[in-house]
């Protein structure tokens, strides 16, 4: 009976959400103008209209923007239960992720005050001509940013993940004082190998993957040549038939290149029509129009990271219209709803406290980091028309991203994935996890800047688009912490010679050359348990 509850209760919160969306004006608009269809007869009026739909492709449309709903609507709680605990049920939780908030406010807003840089100001009319001049090659300007600093950094951030402490468990009733070996002293629960090995069931040694040069274990005299050529006609079917939920099914297993563009754009949901395109030119024509103090710390970041990267240098322009476009994006608002944390606000005519002067700043309710930016440049090598990369990576962070940078109880969150990262690395390689710990180089110091990038900027492009097939086809981010583990274990070796934190920093300073699924495969795989 419950279950019955809770199905029309999902049904339910679908519909709403799709009703007034532009896809259900257009499936009415087509369903009205097929009436006049000789094959639509009126004795058979609903049957004909529904195989109308079928064949013409809305069908397959609505299914997939049904799974987008499935993927980011709330979770279901008692019905009764207030709104914030279906952002985060542990009220410790919200609490830290309050203070972490404030904490991140105050130092945009002293930066605003000290530097006497307006949180926002309208552009001279010479301004905005020169900067729609310049949209495509803004990389080419040298601002003077040195005063700007990132609001803060992850190691900042990872100090404040290791003071969480729930107030209503006892540490000492824990049975074994393994518990007390890494940073992370909260009670979640997060998946062990056994249970990682069934969830993560199509990445065993005995299935054919992208990312893996040699199949002879599997199968004596297949080559990677000849199942990649068999599984790209797959991957081809896949995205003819336009299915959201088989493209996921698929990515599993990884995409091949010249197909992943395709393939992870329809797993999102981003279509890229014609209104699409109409929002993001209505986004560009917000920057031009407002200068915002978050666009000097989005310019500084891009600078810092990308600009300076082997990769990622020659996308510098896309990563500004991108990363500017979406600090204007007022519905990156709506997944505030099942994200921890809340918008932060700033006040207007300096009215500060006075709630009807109060306004979300920045516009779409993110204030950028140091390294935001590397969440946007991997996916530079794969769309090069901005309008559709930008809808990519809007779904990408408000369905992965945003949980790398907020304090929650997600099984996908980065506190889950912190202590799940230190757990394998403790039961798996109790002895490196010791050592690391007796000379001060523990372990999530040094693997937290890769998590809460997703590795990008650490691993090669190729390597990390692999990984970020499993985020996509597994729907989780769990895969970032089990790969953070398995590149311990491929150094262990080093790292048990090393005496101190910064012998283990440069041990694992260079990931470019790792080859992703092997590692993930042989930890998750042949780790004796």
Request: glycine residues 4%; proline residues 5%.
């Amino acid at each position: 009976m419950e279950e019955d509850t809770e199905l029309s209760v999902s049904i339910a919160q679908v519909v709403q959400r799709l009703s007034g969306s532009h896809l259900h004006s257009q499936i009415e608009r087509q369903a009205k103008d097929c009436l006049h269809r000789p094959e639509i007869k009126l004795e058979s009026l609903k049957e004909d209209v529904r195989s109308f739909l079928k064949t013409s492709g809305w069908e397959k449309k609505l299914q997939n923007a049904v799974y987008r709903e499935l993927h980011i609507r709330l979770p279901l709680s008692h019905p009764t239960a207030p709104p914030e605990h279906l952002k985060e049920p542990l009220a410790y939780m919200r609490k830290a992720q309050a203070s972490w908030e404030k904490r991140v406010l105050k130092s945009l807003n002293s930066m605003s005050t000290e530097l006497g840089v307006p949180l926002a100001r309208m552009r001279p009319a010479a301004e905005q001509k020169e900067l729609t001049n310049k949209w495509n090659e803004m990389g080419t300007d040298e601002p003077d940013l040195s005063r700007f600093r990132p609001v803060y950094a992850p190691k900042d951030f990872l100090e404040v993940l290791i003071s969480l402490r729930n107030p209503n468990h006892d540490s000492s009733e824990d049975i074994s004082a393994k518990s007390h070996w890494g940073l992370i002293q909260v009670p979640l629960n997060v998946g062990d190998i056994p249970q990682l090995r069934q969830a993560y069931a199509e990445l065993n040694l005995n299935t054919g993957q992208l990312g893996i040069d040699d199949y002879a274990h599997i199968h004596p005299g297949l080559s990677a040549d000849l199942f990649e050529n068999e599984y790209v006609q797959i991957g081809k079917k896949v995205v003819v038939e336009q299915d959201s939920a088989a493209a996921q099914q698929y990515s599993r297993q990884g995409c091949p290149t010249g197909l992943r563009a395709d393939l992870w754009a329809l797993i999102l949901n981003s279509t890229n029509q014609p209104q699409d395109v109409m929002y993001y030119e209505q986004l560009k024509a917000g920057v031009v129009q407002h200068d915002l103090l978050v666009d000097n710390l989005i310019v500084k970041d891009v600078k810092l990271t990308a600009s300076n990267d082997d990769y990622y240098f020659v996308f510098e322009d896309f990563l500004y219209q991108v990363l500017l476009c979406f600090s204007r994006d007022t519905a990156v608002l709506e997944h505030f709803k099942y994200n921890s944390a809340t918008p932060p606000k700033s006040y207007v005519h300096g009215r500060v406290g006075d709630e009807e002067c109060a306004v979300v700043y920045p516009p779409n309710g993110v204030i950028p980091f140091h390294g935001f930016s590397m969440y946007v440049a991997p996916l530079c090598f794969l769309y090069n028309e901005p309008s559709k990369l930008y809808s990519v990576f809007r779904e990408m962070y408000i369905r992965y991203f945003f949980r790398l940078h907020s304090i929650s109880s997600s099984p996908s969150g980065i506190v889950s994935l912190c202590l799940q990262f230190e757990r394998l690395v403790q039961t798996h390689l109790p002895q490196l996890f010791y050592h690391l710990r007796q000379i001060g180089a523990q372990p999530l110091r040094m693997a937290f800047k890769w998590m809460v990038r997703g590795f990008s900027g650490y691993l090669s492009t190729d390597q990390l688009l692999l990984l970020w097939d499993r985020i996509l086809g597994y729907d989780s981010l769990e895969v970032v912490a089990v790969l953070a583990a398995a590149v311990f274990a491929f150094r262990a070796e080093n790292l048990m010679e090393v005496t101190s934190l910064a012998s283990a920093e440069a041990v694992l300073a260079d990931l470019s050359t790792l080859k992703v699924m092997p590692l993930i495969q042989i930890f998750l795989f042949a780790t004796a348990i």
